[in-house]
């Protein structure tokens, strides 16, 4: 959840200088000299939409924020409260925009923050004397991040670190890429020998952000890989080479660049550290290098993701459906879907033709099928939009300043542009724009339809919103018999599915569910697992908090998640607990489905 991803980075870079307050659904960070807030978080769930909601709201001036930062929010907005900056966090696509926000708010208003005077005109090292705040406040830091080392007071720092440290004149939001660039150039030939091996965690790390004792660690390490031996590092040194390579530091050329980062992606992202978002931020920052150096458009393209690229294919067979096969257009929409279809009992037992009709449906639906005048892929996905696009905006890297006029068509549906100002933008699929509410609904009716065809697995309520469905599932019905030579085209089976639907519209027990109802109840031993997911369901659904008896039975809450989702998702078909704020609880919506199925009632 990306707020705690957000408390986690504020307890690791901001502990000495904030009170953090949790309560439920509100998370409170305050200013510890003045007691104010300058930051909180809530959560609510929003009954208009049926969805959680999550705002961040941040003591900020819009208008003080770089134009980078106010495009990457721009669609995120929502009206304000007060003085505070407010944002939609499900409209945040990248943590990393909200790490910058959060650090805007501190380098505003953390008066505990440290830069050197203004009037330091060489940059030499000189020995400065300690005030006793000072000292205590390093006590602080030090207490609230434990992976920081105590310094060795016996052991002398290098004399190049000193001056190193000496070449930062102010630290600022917009000082840390000039002060990373200088810095970083100074040592860029620096070798030590000094094992690190301890854990340390900094976002956007910088070298004057580090103690000595993990800068000469980081140096060490950054020699072995250097001389092509990698070994294990904290996440944050790692980035940091990265930065370097995207920089040049310790490049004689840009070919050394990118032959230097593919390495590094292989033999440590992938192979040591095992880091797959890291691997993937990686593989965007290798391509928006090649943009930012201006690369002739086919050896741009050969570094572009194969994430964007597997999303742009899947994209483009739903665009023209009419071109490809019921199994490539199953397998294009899946790719947007959350993938639970595959717990449905007819896709376990009947895969390849569940998959095959499946495709015909979506294919027939695509093709005829009109929304307000637009087709299904439209109104799904929305279109190609433009937007603005700023290369590695997210690392600490300095962009190339050259003028140019650029476009690099990618694909045909993905084109990035560079104007004469040296600003860049896209015109591709936005994935934050796709109606995934409705994409979820159109697989389930899917679901609902196969289920009741090939009489497997427990039925599912109709959904008036699907109805449109009905003939283009049907025509898909005898597209595939007489595909198969099936000439007995089963058509009362298709009359029987019909009139059932029109039957349980407006009513909440299937015919299944009536026939279970009305059976003897039978008392049978159960599994012991059986028996401990419906005593945590019941309990739910008197809205307890379930997280003290977990503990108490050592269940792992995700585990416990996906075991109770699997159970009854033949039944509802879709997840009906979710793990929100650290807590297991019971989506509403599906309330009633479920007391039916334990108590027999409405």
């Given at each position: 959840?990306?707020?705690?991803?957000?408390?986690?980075?504020?307890?690791?870079?901001?502990?000495?200088?904030?009170?953090?307050?949790?309560?439920?659904?509100?998370?409170?960070?305050?200013?510890?000299?003045?007691?104010?807030?300058?930051?909180?978080?809530?959560?609510?769930?929003?009954?208009?939409?049926?969805?959680?909601?999550?705002?961040?709201?941040?003591?900020?001036?819009?208008?003080?924020?770089?134009?980078?930062?106010?495009?990457?929010?721009?669609?995120?907005?929502?009206?304000?409260?007060?003085?505070?900056?407010?944002?939609?966090?499900?409209?945040?696509?990248?943590?990393?925009?909200?790490?910058?926000?959060?650090?805007?708010?501190?380098?505003?208003?953390?008066?505990?923050?440290?830069?050197?005077?203004?009037?330091?005109?060489?940059?030499?090292?000189?020995?400065?004397?300690?005030?006793?705040?000072?000292?205590?406040?390093?006590?602080?830091?030090?207490?609230?991040?434990?992976?920081?080392?105590?310094?060795?007071?016996?052991?002398?720092?290098?004399?190049?670190?000193?001056?190193?440290?000496?070449?930062?004149?102010?630290?600022?939001?917009?000082?840390?890429?000039?002060?990373?660039?200088?810095?970083?150039?100074?040592?860029?030939?620096?070798?030590?020998?000094?094992?690190?091996?301890?854990?340390?965690?900094?976002?956007?790390?910088?070298?004057?952000?580090?103690?000595?004792?993990?800068?000469?660690?980081?140096?060490?390490?950054?020699?072995?890989?250097?001389?092509?031996?990698?070994?294990?590092?904290?996440?944050?040194?790692?980035?940091?080479?990265?930065?370097?390579?995207?920089?040049?530091?310790?490049?004689?050329?840009?070919?050394?660049?990118?032959?230097?980062?593919?390495?590094?992606?292989?033999?440590?992202?992938?192979?040591?550290?095992?880091?797959?978002?890291?691997?993937?931020?990686?593989?965007?920052?290798?391509?928006?290098?090649?943009?930012?150096?201006?690369?002739?458009?086919?050896?741009?393209?050969?570094?572009?993701?194969?994430?964007?690229?597997?999303?742009?294919?899947?994209?483009?067979?739903?665009k023209k459906v009419k071109d490809h096969t019921p199994l490539e257009i199953f397998q294009s929409l899946m790719a947007f879907s959350d993938r639970s279809f595959y717990k449905s009992p007819v896709y376990k037992k009947e895969p390849e033709k569940t998959k095959e009709i499946a495709g015909m449906i979506i294919k027939n639906a695509f093709v005829d099928y009109r929304i307000k005048k637009k087709t299904l892929f439209s109104?799904?996905?929305?279109?190609?939009?433009?937007?603005?696009?700023?290369?590695?905006?997210?690392?600490?890297?300095?962009?190339?300043?050259?003028?140019?006029?650029?476009?690099?068509?990618?694909?045909?549906?993905?084109?990035?542009?560079?104007?004469?100002?040296?600003?860049?933008?896209?015109?591709?699929?936005?994935?934050?724009?796709?109606?995934?509410?409705?994409?979820?609904?159109?697989?389930?009716?899917?679901?609902?339809?196969?289920?009741?065809?090939?009489?497997?697995?427990?039925?599912?309520?109709?959904?008036?919103?699907?109805?449109?469905?009905?003939?283009?599932?049907?025509?898909?019905?005898?597209?595939?018999?007489?595909?198969?030579?099936?000439?007995?085209?089963?058509?009362?089976?298709?009359?029987?599915?019909?009139?059932?639907?029109?039957?349980?519209?407006?009513?909440?027990?299937?015919?299944?569910?009536?026939?279970?109802?009305?059976?003897?109840?039978?008392?049978?031993?159960?599994?012991?697992?059986?028996?401990?997911?419906?005593?945590?369901?019941?309990?739910?659904?008197?809205?307890?908090?379930?997280?003290?008896?977990?503990?108490?039975?050592?269940?792992?809450?995700?585990?416990?998640?996906?075991?109770?989702?699997?159970?009854?998702?033949?039944?509802?078909?879709?997840?009906?607990?979710?793990?929100?704020?650290?807590?297991?609880?019971?989506?509403?919506?599906?309330?009633?489905?479920?007391?039916?199925?334990?108590?027999?009632?409405?």
């Amino acid at each position: 959840m990306m707020i705690n991803e957000a408390i986690d980075y504020i307890r690791s870079k901001y502990a000495y200088s904030c009170n953090l307050d949790i309560q439920k659904n509100l998370y409170l960070v305050c200013d510890k000299k003045t007691k104010n807030w300058i930051i909180y978080f809530m959560t609510f769930f929003d009954q208009e939409t049926n969805m959680q909601k999550a705002y961040c709201h941040l003591l900020l001036d819009e208008l003080g924020l770089n134009l980078s930062l106010q495009q990457a929010i721009k669609d995120a907005k929502v009206e304000s409260v007060g003085k505070f900056l407010s944002l939609d966090m499900n409209k945040i696509n990248d943590i990393q925009i909200l790490f910058q926000l959060i650090d805007q708010v501190f380098y505003t208003y953390d008066h505990h923050i440290i830069t050197l005077e203004d009037h330091v005109e060489d940059s030499t090292y000189h020995e400065t004397p300690i005030t006793k705040k000072e000292v205590r406040r390093q006590k602080r830091i030090l207490a609230s991040n434990p992976q920081m080392p105590k310094l060795n007071k016996e052991e002398e720092m290098p004399a190049k670190l000193k001056e190193m440290y000496s070449l930062v004149m102010h630290n600022g939001y917009y000082d840390r890429i000039p002060n990373f660039l200088k810095q970083g150039k100074f040592m860029a030939e620096y070798e030590d020998d000094y094992p690190w091996v301890d854990d340390y965690k900094n976002y956007y790390p910088c070298y004057h952000d580090m103690p000595p004792e993990i800068l000469r660690g980081y140096f060490s390490w950054r020699k072995k890989v250097r001389e092509g031996e990698y070994h294990p590092i904290a996440t944050s040194l790692s980035y940091l080479y990265v930065y370097e390579l995207l920089n040049g530091i310790g490049c004689k050329d840009v070919e050394e660049r990118f032959d230097k980062l593919e390495e590094f992606l292989e033999r440590f992202v992938k192979t040591i550290a095992h880091d797959e978002r890291m691997a993937d931020i990686v593989e965007y920052w290798i391509f928006d290098l090649a943009l930012d150096m201006h690369f002739p458009i086919e050896r741009a393209k050969a570094y572009f993701p194969d994430r964007l690229l597997k999303l742009d294919r899947n994209l483009m067979t739903l665009k023209k459906v009419k071109d490809h096969t019921p199994l490539e257009i199953f397998q294009s929409l899946m790719a947007f879907s959350d993938r639970s279809f595959y717990k449905s009992p007819v896709y376990k037992k009947e895969p390849e033709k569940t998959k095959e009709i499946a495709g015909m449906i979506i294919k027939n639906a695509f093709v005829d099928y009109r929304i307000k005048k637009k087709t299904l892929f439209s109104f799904i996905f929305k279109g190609q939009r433009s937007k603005d696009y700023f290369p590695l905006y997210n690392a600490l890297y300095e962009r190339n300043k050259e003028g140019e006029v650029l476009t690099y068509d990618i694909d045909p549906i993905r084109i990035y542009h560079l104007n004469q100002y040296n600003n860049w933008d896209i015109k591709a699929f936005q994935i934050n724009k796709f109606d995934y509410k409705f994409l979820k609904g159109f697989i389930r009716e899917i679901d609902r339809f196969l289920r009741a065809y090939l009489e497997i697995g427990r039925k599912l309520k109709v959904d008036d919103a699907f109805d449109f469905m009905e003939p283009y599932e049907e025509k898909a019905i005898k597209e595939y018999e007489e595909k198969h030579k099936l000439m007995d085209i089963n058509l009362a089976s298709l009359q029987k599915i019909r009139y059932e639907a029109a039957l349980t519209r407006e009513s909440l027990l299937t015919e299944e569910e009536k026939e279970v109802e009305q059976q003897p109840v039978v008392e049978e031993e159960k599994d012991v697992q059986d028996h401990m997911t419906e005593v945590i369901i019941k309990k739910l659904l008197k809205n307890e908090d379930v997280t003290s008896f977990l503990q108490e039975h050592h269940l792992f809450m995700e585990v416990v998640a996906d075991e109770i989702n699997e159970a009854y998702y033949d039944e509802i078909g879709d997840n009906i607990v979710e793990i929100e704020d650290n807590k297991l609880v019971f989506i509403e919506d599906y309330r009633e489905d479920i007391e039916e199925l334990l108590y027999g009632r409405k």
